[in-house]
Structure formats: structure tokens, C-alpha cells
């Protein structure tokens, strides 16, 4: 049988399971699509979900618990903007909080305009704010945060200690991040994802991020797999927030509220833990040769007599 050179081979211990998922339809997406200068209007700062973009909330939460991956996430990072937390909370969120019960609300009701009921933290895992994996910063004020005091009271149990600016100080109305700034932090990201214990996380993040960030890692792969990584290609008239104008297309990563299951590698030894899942096997009284090198030595011996 010849060799596959594409297979490879990683422990265990070197990889992590994310669980990519780009936010759901917000009032900036309907509006943006209609007309691309909408995306300078004050009116959508800090856009929030649609009723549609809560269904298909609805939606992927339900596949999440069908398929059992609702048991298996360990940890939700969420890129904190508006859209983005009342994504992650409402498809990994407990269910409605229900008085008395002794769990903190991660979700208040109506957060955001959402007309939705209180989600409680109860039986779901830890939510955490990270500003890394944001959408391009700059310009767009559908992409500029509130305030961190803002967010505390809305969505009480997500944790905001990584932020250190109570205001946004990433974001500035006349510049807009370039692309390659864009992967370079979505790298810088995944990187750090290697300084947490977790095996099993999911990411709610954006499709520009999303797509820079993927399009970065994905160029050594062979062209199957990176089609796979950057798919979604799609024809527009104009150019939708977070997609990238290439020739007569449109490429946009992910489409609202799509989740992609990926495989995270250490290729660089980024940790130096060591295998918890490995066993050493019993030493034996004598030697342990493996059978091909007990088989030359038996062979050297038999001639030797």
C-alpha cells in the first residue's frame, strides 16, 4: 500500500476542538444590504439581532443540543459586541431563568431590544468577553462596542475581566483596520486560545474576522481543504459589511448564525503540558525489544553459533 503524503499525525494532547460560529442576523445585515452607505449610520451602532436572527439562533441551538455539543463545550468566548453576545448566549446560554432558582442571570430580559425572556447560566459552560476576535475596527459604528458598564447590567454572568478599557479605544471613526491587521490579530487569538485549559471551545465571533483570520491559516493547505475553510462564495451587487471584493465575486466566510467544527494544532510547542491521557504501559522484568529488532538479534546470535 503506498503512503498518503497528505495524512498526518498530532497527540493528542497538541489539539483543541473549536467550534466556530458567526453571530446571527443583525439590523445592520438587512440594512447593508440594501444600501452599502447604510453601514455610516449612527443609527446602527452596535447593531443588534433581527427577529429573524433570533430564529436562526433558535435554530442552532437546537442542532447544538441534538448533536451533543451542547455537553461537550467547555468554554464560549464572544467577541463583545451586542449582536455577538446575545448569539453566543441564546444558542449555548441555560434555559429561561426561572425566580429563585440559586444561578446567576447570563442574560437579562429584553437585552438589547431582543423581546426576549431572562436566559439563566444555570447547567451551561462559563461565558468570556475577548476583544481580539471583533469584527474589522473603524469607521462602521455598527462595529464600535458600548461601554463595558453598559454591557455588566445586560448580560450579567459573562465574564469582561480580559477587557481592560471600560470604552471602546479600538475603534476610530476614520480608520478602518486593514485586512492583513485583521488576520494577523485572528492569529494572534488562536494563539492565545493555547494559554487555556479547555479542550471544547466555541467561538462567536464575525465574518470578516472569521474570514481573514481562516484565510491566513488555510494557505498551505491543499486547495480542497482551503476551499472548504473560506467556502461560502457568493454574488452580490454591492459589498455586504465583513465580506472581501475578489474580481467579479464576493467572497463572504460564514453565513449568519453558521457554526464550523475545526481541529485547533500545536505545531510549535505553544504549551508544555504533557499527556493526561497517555499511559506508559508495564515495564517488564527484562528486555522489551520490539519483534523486528528481536528478530535481527535472534538471527545475529543463530549465525554467531
Not at 468554554?75 to 446567576?104: C, H, K, W
Not at 458600548?146 to 479600538?170: C, G, H, K, M, Q
Not at 476610530?172 to 485549559?197: C, I
Request: hydrophobic share 35%; aromatic share 8%.
Amino acid at each position: 500500500m503506498e503512503p498518503i503524503a497528505g495524512t498526518a499525525l498530532y497527540p493528542l494532547h497538541r489539539c483543541k476542538t473549536i467550534y466556530l460560529v458567526r453571530h446571527a442576523q443583525g439590523i445592520h445585515n438587512v440594512e447593508g444590504e440594501k444600501d452599502f452607505n447604510a453601514y455610516m449610520s449612527q443609527d446602527l451602532f452596535d447593531a443588534q439581532l433581527t427577529p429573524l436572527g433570533w430564529s436562526q439562533v433558535d435554530g442552532l441551538r437546537e442542532h447544538v443540543k441534538k448533536s451533543g455539543l451542547a455537553k461537550k463545550i467547555e468554554l464560549v468566548i464572544t467577541s463583545p459586541l451586542l449582536r455577538t453576545m446575545q448569539t453566543a448566549v441564546g444558542v449555548f446560554g441555560g434555559e429561561n431563568y426561572i425566580d429563585g432558582v440559586n444561578a446567576p442571570t447570563l442574560m437579562v430580559e429584553n437585552a438589547g431590544h431582543s423581546g426576549r425572556p431572562a436566559v439563566s447560566s444555570s447547567n451551561c459552560p462559563p461565558f468570556l468577553a475577548v476583544e481580539t476576535c471583533r469584527e474589522h475596527l473603524g469607521v462602521h459604528p455598527c462595529d464600535k462596542r458600548r461601554s463595558i458598564t453598559e454591557y455588566r447590567p445586560l448580560f450579567p454572568a459573562i465574564d469582561f475581566s480580559l477587557i481592560e478599557n471600560d470604552e471602546d479605544v479600538l475603534w476610530e471613526p476614520d480608520v478602518r483596520e486593514p485586512n492583513e491587521s485583521v488576520a494577523l490579530r485572528g492569529m494572534k487569538f488562536f494563539d492565545w486560545l493555547w494559554t487555556r485549559e479547555e479542550k471544547e471551545i466555541a467561538i462567536v465571533s464575525h465574518s470578516g474576522f472569521l474570514y481573514h483570520t481562516l484565510s491566513m491559516y488555510s494557505k498551505e493547505c491543499h486547495p480542497t481543504i482551503r476551499d472548504e475553510v473560506g467556502k461560502q462564495l457568493r454574488m452580490f451587487d454591492h459589498i455586504p459589511d465583513g465580506c472581501v471584493a475578489n474580481s467579479e465575486l464576493v467572497v463572504c466566510s460564514f453565513a449568519n448564525c453558521e457554526l464550523r467544527s475545526m481541529v485547533l494544532v500545536d505545531r510549535s510547542k505553544l504549551r508544555s503540558d504533557s499527556p493526561s491521557l497517555n499511559y506508559a504501559g508495564k515495564i517488564p522484568a527484562g528486555l522489551d525489544l520490539p519483534s523486528d529488532i528481536a528478530d535481527k538479534k535472534h538471527v545475529e546470535e543463530s549465525q554467531k553459533n
